[in-house]
């Protein structure tokens, strides 16, 4: 409906469109608090740290093979060493050591200790062999400012330039920066250089050619990363595999066996804890051995070099892969929908939360098996947009659900019974549309009631004492009217209009029931009132019901200051013409006129009494109506079974 359409001048038409405003913003609101929680949690470290974490363990989990299945062995000079030969070592130990690893067949040496300052006496041999030797790598270091060993060519010169993340743990690999000049070679490739040959691995790279995966500012978990150069994953064989050989045995005079070093590229690092060269790897983040936590910076050049050579031999199969970056955007905002609507497709709520919890276990069981087949994605923002959207929708279901218990309350207050509020409950989805009842036609029984006699009794009485005198009765009527499902739809002064069959209904047989049984319980605490009544000195009270079945109109009424719940039709205004017909034919305090259609749908064996009144023509309809007076229940003598007992007030609906 556009603000064209709504009937009433300009000012209520504004008022109309403050109202749709306010109840959309209302029912946004909870989506905007989320969506405004899922972007700060996009700027905060937490889900990065999360992501980087859950990589972790599943890496451990994952099988690695050993690093002994690569050309690769490592000299590590442990604490022994120092204790033997000092520290820094000595030039010309590192060139006895240099010369006895080329002599056994290593077809690359790379060094991963600073040497552009000389140690020792001799510091000239190492200079020369780094000089002539093809076979030797000198490791420098950009960031810090340290050059290799003076006299190594730039094309056997390696930074030895580590990507740690923040948390201090190596998972990446900078495999290289295109465009620098040609000593700027990360170490690790330039020892596959020198020992391979594999020259036009560079050679890709520096044309942008070279087959990725490489990183980007979102891959993965990660958020915000410096993806500068070319960078991989690494998948990290298992730490400690590797051949490693201490100084002191390349030194010994019994020498190695001969495949220690023939046909490998060796890489000579510290490993001495005392040292500080160790670094946490995503293999060793839940290790329980505190010896196994840190592996040596020599042996993460060995998986940095393993790494490279699986590239180099073609080997894809262990490379993780990482989506677009977009795709994470996407992941995210499938996650966030999905959230939204689990969380509003369900009636029950427990059943939204189970399907929540399973979508989530879905998500995690599938980020554990993309991680064991080496595709990494982001889990810990689209696992947030999933809870965070779901609870939003749960936090709006809550408000709608206050705000549809309140508008229940002020629709129909006190006029139902305890049982009927909680199935009016129970079906407000399917009986409010914003905020109202709509408007049904239903198969009712009305029955409509009023005092005898009223202004001659407030003759007689002052105004507080006719109020209190009046409530006596109401207070006796009205729980036998909504103890047996009906609702008391409004007050008529010194009567009311009770109808049954709406807004719920158990069908028109068992409302029509309903009805005559409250008439009679109405019937008895009539009696039972005037008994009091008399003792106190007080008038009696008389009263007229009239009962007619058949259909109304009923639905909400009114504006949005004032809205009630309305019965209209035939049926209601049968209801109160047969309640006034023929006033003075009142045998008994409490008169109760039925009318055929509602008898017809009484059970036809129920123990009543009855008296025809036969065909009467009512007040403003054309075609007569048969009437009929209930007097009571019949009398049952001892010997005989009663056919059927009108219930008790305690056999109102559920």
């Known amino acids: 409906m556009d603000a064209g359409s709504i009937p009433g001048p300009w000012p209520a038409r504004l008022r109309w469109a403050l109202d749709q405003g306010r109840r959309v913003a209302h029912r946004g609101a909870p989506y905007a608090v989320a969506g405004l929680m899922l972007l700060g949690l996009q700027r905060l470290p937490l889900t990065e740290t999360l992501d980087l974490l859950w990589y972790d363990l599943i890496t451990t989990l994952r099988p690695a093979p050993g690093g002994k299945e690569h050309p690769i062995a490592l000299v590590g000079i442990d604490e022994g060493d120092i204790g033997a030969f000092g520290w820094p070592i000595d030039d010309a130990i590192l060139c006895k050591a240099i010369d006895r690893i080329t002599a056994a067949g290593a077809t690359a040496v790379g060094l991963d200790i600073y040497r552009d300052r000389g140690v020792g006496p001799n510091q000239d041999c190492l200079r020369q062999r780094f000089r002539n030797d093809p076979r030797l790598i000198s490791i420098n270091n950009v960031a810090e400012g340290i050059g290799p ?43 596959l250089e020198v020992g391979k040959g594999a020259l036009w691995m560079r050679q890709q790279l520096e044309k942008g050619t070279a087959p990725g995966p490489w990183l980007e500012p979102t891959s993965g978990g990660y958020q915000r990363l410096d993806a500068a150069g070319y960078q991989q994953m690494l998948v990290f064989d298992r730490p400690g595999s590797f051949p490693l050989w201490n100084l002191r045995q390349v030194l010994a005079e019994r020498p190695l066996p001969a495949s220690a070093f023939r046909g490998r590229m060796v890489l000579i690092g510290s490993t001495a804890p005392s040292l500080r060269d160790l670094f946490p790897v995503p293999r060793t983040r839940f290790a329980t051995d505190s010896s196994l936590m840190l592996i040596p910076g020599v042996e993460i050049h060995a998986q940095r070099l393993a790494a490279l050579l699986d590239r180099y031999e073609g080997d894809h199969s262990r490379r993780i892969r990482t989506l677009p970056g977009w795709s994470d955007a996407v992941l995210e905002l499938l996650a966030a929908a999905l959230g939204l609507g689990l969380g509003e497709a369900f009636r029950q709520l427990r059943r ?86 709509e408007g049904r036609q239903l198969m009712v029984t009305v029955l409509m009631s009023d005092t005898c006699n009223f202004t001659t009794v407030s003759e007689r009485l002052d105004p507080r004492s006719l109020l209190a005198w009046l409530n006596q009765g109401m207070s006796r009527f009205v729980p036998a009217i909504t103890t047996r499902g009906g609702m008391v739809n409004k007050f008529t002064g010194d009567g009311l209009l009770a109808v049954f069959g709406a807004p719920l209904s158990d069908g028109p047989e068992a409302d ?24 106190r000195g007080e008038p009696a009270m008389h009263l007229r019901i009239g009962l007619h079945s058949g259909d109304v109109l009923a639905g909400s009424i009114g504006s949005s200051e004032r809205l009630e719940y309305a019965v209209i039709g035939d049926a209601v205004n049968c209801a109160s013409r047969l309640e006034s017909v023929e006033k ?30 036969g065909r009467i023509s009512l007040k403003g309809r054309q075609e007569p109506l048969e009437v009929w007076e209930l007097l009571g229940p019949a009398v049952i003598s001892p010997d005989s079974a009663p056919a059927a007992v009108p219930a008790s007030p305690t056999s109102a609906r559920p």
């Open 352 to 437: 939204s939360v189970i399907a929540v919890g399973l979508v989530a276990v879905l998500l995690v069981g599938g980020s554990v098996a993309l991680l064991l087949a080496n595709v990494w994605i982001g889990l810990a923002m689209p696992l947030a947009a999933l809870v965070v959207m779901a609870g939003a929708a749960w936090l709006r279901r809550g408000a709608a659900s206050q705000e549809q218990q309140q508008q229940i309350e002020r629709l129909l207050g006190q006029t139902t019974s305890p049982a009927v509020a909680r199935a009016l409950w129970d079906q407000r989805e399917q009986l409010l549309s914003d905020g109202r009842f």
């Open 584 to 613: 003075e034919r009142q045998r008994n305090r409490c008169r109760v006129l039925v009318s055929a259609d509602t008898r017809s749908l009484l059970p036809p064996d129920l123990a009543l009494r009855w008296e025809g009144w």
């Open 512 to 535: 029509a029931l309903a009805a005559v049984e409250a008439a009679l319980a109405i019937q008895s605490e009539v009696e039972v009132l005037n008994d009091g009544l008399a003792e």
């Open 149 to 191: 060993v003076p006299g190594t060519p730039p094309q056997r010169q390696g930074f030895n330039d580590l990507v740690v993340d923040p948390d201090g743990v190596v998972r990446r690999d900078l495999v290289h920066v295109s465009g620098q000049d040609a000593a700027t070679v990360s170490f690790p490739l330039r020892v």
